[in-house]
């Protein structure tokens, strides 16, 4: 203990003050360390977990091809030379791409084995043939060069995720098989494309014909009602108990209660909206409409609580001056308070709708994991969304979709990413310090 008697001037100076002054500064630098530390360590296994995601995903961009040439027989496509549309898209398109790849390679004659070669396309290479005799029935009775997509597995060996070197027992794609793609590819018909079938298309069992547009559209659908819903309450809730309501044991109580709402595990809403939403009102399964309401329920309490925020901090004297000159409280709040703290509310409401884009668990509930071919077009369309889609394609049993999940996660932290990037650039922008 020190001598309170002895004048401070005569201890500073003393070895026993400068061994308390070098284990505080020593105290700070170890202080300083552990924070730069953990710092470190956050952006480590961040980065750690990007370049996982990255290297798995960025090959589900391209796309194998190979290039067959079509003979569009008449007498297959249209045997009655009418050229109705109905006829053109019935047609036995399957059997032309068959013929194709069997001229390609005329040795291979057992059923089996042809079978094999087929199977070097994609199921849906039909499809892209029919897409073209639709497009221009002058096609029809010509021979063209037609670029399909090959198989899943043929794809995934393109691209080194198979290994040629393993057993022919230990892999999916046989010796043959691997013969004939490189067959292919000695004569170019062998290519790597962008593709596009990922941002345009729906989900599909077949990993080179699944996209991710299906879900891109259902979440914004859902995000839509999610937005409608959630803002208006939620500022109006923040307003009414900020500025008009009065301090009693029942406001007390309404707080407690929002703040302890957003705290509930996620999930509990979707048990909410299936109990109301679908079991009691009998709203449409599956669909945009209720996924939004669900997904509201849950952003309520972030928006009410970042609106609360942003009214506090705009100053007393504002509110003041406003009442001083004869304005009522409404229109203080209305013309002045509000406005002030709009910005603070929109970065609050874009952090709610960022998580609502990101959940999965409360849409599992009310039978958003459905499989969905189509494109949702209204809000009463049975859709998904695409956390539920990853979820979806995780669980799928073929490799060429595990690409395809780590690049749908690319997708979506790259919409997580430009949310809370408008949320910063709106506070940047607007907020005021006082």
């Known amino acids: 203990m020190t001598d309170s008697s002895v004048p401070l001037t005569d201890r500073i100076g003393s070895s026993t003050w400068d061994k308390r002054l070098q284990r505080r500064y020593a105290a700070e630098r170890r202080f300083r360390f552990y924070g730069a530390l953990a710092i470190v360590a956050a952006i480590g296994v961040l980065g750690l977990l990007l370049v ?10 391209w796309q194998t ?12 496509i249209d045997p009655d030379g009418t050229r109705d549309i109905e006829t053109l898209s019935l047609a036995n398109y ?4 068959r013929g194709s790849i069997r001229e390609r390679f005329p040795e291979v004659t057992e059923r089996r084995e042809r079978r094999r070669l087929s199977g070097l396309l994609s199921t849906g290479a039909d499809i892209t043939l029919r897409s073209v005799v639709l497009e221009d029935p002058g096609v029809i009775g010509t021979t063209r060069t037609v670029w399909v997509k090959a198989s899943d597995d043929i794809d995934s ?68 009602v999610t937005l409608l819903l959630s803002f208006p309450i939620g500022v109006l809730s923040a307003v009414y108990l900020e500025e008009f309501a009065p301090k009693n044991r029942w406001t007390d109580l309404i707080e407690v209660n929002i703040n302890n709402l957003a705290a509930v595990p996620s999930i509990v809403f979707g048990l909410l909206g299936l109990a109301v939403f679908l079991n009691f009102f009998g709203l449409p399964r599956s669909a ?9 329920l849950m952003t309520l309490p972030t928006i009410i609580i970042a609106s609360r925020a942003a009214l506090k901090a705009v ?35 874009i952090i709610g709708m960022a998580q609502a884009l990101g959940e999965t668990a409360p849409l599992l509930m009310i039978g958003m994991v459905a499989f969905i071919v189509d494109i949702p077009g209204s809000f009463t369309d049975s859709a ?6 990853i979820f979806i394609w995780a669980d799928s049993p073929e490799r060429a979709f ?27 922008r607007f907020e005021r310090r006082w």
Do not use: C
């Open 402 to 428: 595990v690409e395809r999940t780590s690049a749908a996660i690319m997708v979506l932290l790259g919409f997580l990413i430009l949310m809370n990037a408008l949320a910063v650039l709106l506070r940047k």
């Open 288 to 296: 945009p409409l209720v996924g939004g309401m669900v997904l509201a």
């Open 384 to 389: 998904t969304v695409l956390p539920v889609q």
């Open 157 to 224: 060996l393109n691209k080194g995720k198979i290994d040629r070197d393993l057993p022919e027992s230990d892999r999916r794609v046989t010796d043959r098989e691997i013969a004939w793609i490189d067959a292919l590819s000695a004569d170019g018909a062998v290519r790597s494309t962008f593709n596009t079938t990922f941002f345009t298309a729906g989900d599909s069992r077949e990993p080179e014909q699944a996209g991710i547009w299906g879900a891109a559209v259902g979440s914004f659908l859902t995000l839509i």
């Open 315 to 349: 100053p007393p004297s504002i509110r003041e001056a406003a009442l001083g000159v004869g304005a009522s409280k409404l229109q203080v709040m209305t013309h002045h308070v509000l406005p002030l703290a709009m910005p603070g509310i929109l970065t609050g409401t």
């Open 94 to 97: 399957a059997a032309l791409v």
């Open 52 to 61: 996982s995601i990255v290297a798995k995903g960025y090959t589900a961009f």
């Open 65 to 76: 091809e190979i290039a067959l040439e079509i003979n569009f027989d008449e007498s297959v």
